[in-house]
């Protein structure tokens, strides 16, 4: 599986050799399901992703733990990418995208049941692999965040059919939908890193800040090209540029405290620290 190029990144410059054992390590885990009809389709939905989230994981752990991550911090990792691939398939098939990393979206190439049905099979291999992690605080995060991430998506379709939203609104969506999957991942890592209590707690709250702040930054990317609750923001407030620009500081402000909460952690490895610093640069590292 091919991920996507990114040409002068900085964060996957760093981090290649992180991003092709993750890659490594989610392979190995769909290979193990090469009998199955929905290999192929696991391949194409988990091809071409950036897998921040994963890489996250990784780094938290080791970060903390002052040496290479073992092999259960990639094994969760591959967890939290097929969480994160299992919410994509979904997502597109209620938004009706029709791609998805430069190709078909999943439901456009294998229909809508088969879309249905794969999404089952994925959380089925989420449950193979927290049996086989053999630790009930991360398998239970990975369930908290499957619980919040459904949550946060049944708040943005209700919302969706309201007249009018609130600033509060569109950052409660991002809490659940999309900054708990980042917070699960820095929260597992830094467990896997036999963490403290409190490096535990810092992690977490740099993963849910840095999750925020990175929904917000894609939304301004791309406001003028999907009808989703931010453009709903911005058509509410007439398109203005003191509007942008206030979600532009939105998210610089929960990137700096997301950068701040890593001061905390006290890191047995300071470098790969350096690296989860470097993610909160939303703006240069295109994660």
Not at 160 to 176: Q, W
Not at 246 to 271: C, F, G, H, I, T
């Amino acid at each position: 599986m091919g991920r996507r190029n990114i040409e002068a990144n900085p964060l996957t410059d760093l981090c290649g050799d992180y991003l092709g054992r993750i890659e490594e390590a989610l392979k190995r885990e769909l290979d193990s399901y090469s009998w199955s009809e929905f290999h192929a389709p696991l391949r194409y939905a988990c091809d071409g992703g950036k897998r921040i989230r994963p890489l996250i994981l990784v780094l938290s752990a080791e970060a903390i733990k002052g040496r290479k991550a073992n092999g259960d911090a990639y094994l969760a990792a591959s967890a939290i990418e097929l969480l994160h691939t299992e919410s994509i398939i979904h997502d597109d098939i209620i938004d009706e995208e029709h791609t998805r990393r430069g190709k078909p979206s999943f439901h456009v190439k294998y229909g809508y049941n088969s879309s249905i049905l794969t999404a089952d099979f994925v959380l089925g291999v989420i449950l193979s692999i927290g049996s086989k992690l053999k630790n009930p605080r991360v398998l239970n995060e990975l369930s908290n965040a499957a619980t919040r991430m459904s949550e946060g998506e049944m708040m943005e379709i209700r919302l969706n059919k309201s007249p009018a939203i609130t600033e509060d609104d569109y950052i409660k969506v991002l809490d659940y939908k999309t900054a708990s999957l980042f917070e699960t991942s820095a929260k597992i890592g830094a467990i896997l890193g036999e963490g403290t209590e409190e490096q535990i707690h810092a992690m977490t709250t740099f993963g849910h800040l840095l999750g925020i702040a990175y929904q917000i930054h894609d939304d301004l990317i791309d406001w003028n090209d999907e009808d989703k609750l931010f453009n709903m923001l911005v058509k509410q407030n007439d398109r203005s540029k003191d509007f942008i620009d206030r979600m532009e500081k939105l998210y610089q402000s929960y990137a700096a405290k997301a950068k701040d909460e890593l001061l905390k952690v006290a890191p047995a490895n300071s470098e790969v620290i350096r690296h989860l610093e470097l993610m909160t640069d939303l703006a240069s590292v295109q994660i």
